[in-house]
């Protein structure tokens, strides 16, 4: 998911497809959960190492209906389902009679965007 964060220390990603904000701090975030789920929120950050914070902020600032989206796209392509996906292709690069780089597929391309 692409994130920015802006002054008022909030998250800005697409959800469904709509742009939203989402808490980016930690009060932010304890702010918007029931206390069970605060006190557990809690326990979870003071036990995450520094550099696995800001993944584990966002992953309690989304809304469950983001979540259940990530997972939709996770067993879609799971299960073969390759549509809205970019296609990796490996490729080969050479130069053309003018110097320029040219960038070849290695195998024929069959797009699943189509």
Known sequence: ????????????????????EIPATIEGVRATLSPERAAEFNLVVARTHAAKLPQVLADWALPPEALAEEDAVIARLKAGDHSDSIPQVALSVSSDSTGRSVLTPLAPVDNPCR
Not at 3 to 17: F, H, L, M, Y
Request: negative net charge; aromatic residues 4%; proline residues 0%.
């Open 1 to 20: 998911m692409s994130q920015s964060v802006d002054e008022a220390g909030t998250w800005t990603t697409v959800i469904g497809g709509e742009l939203v």
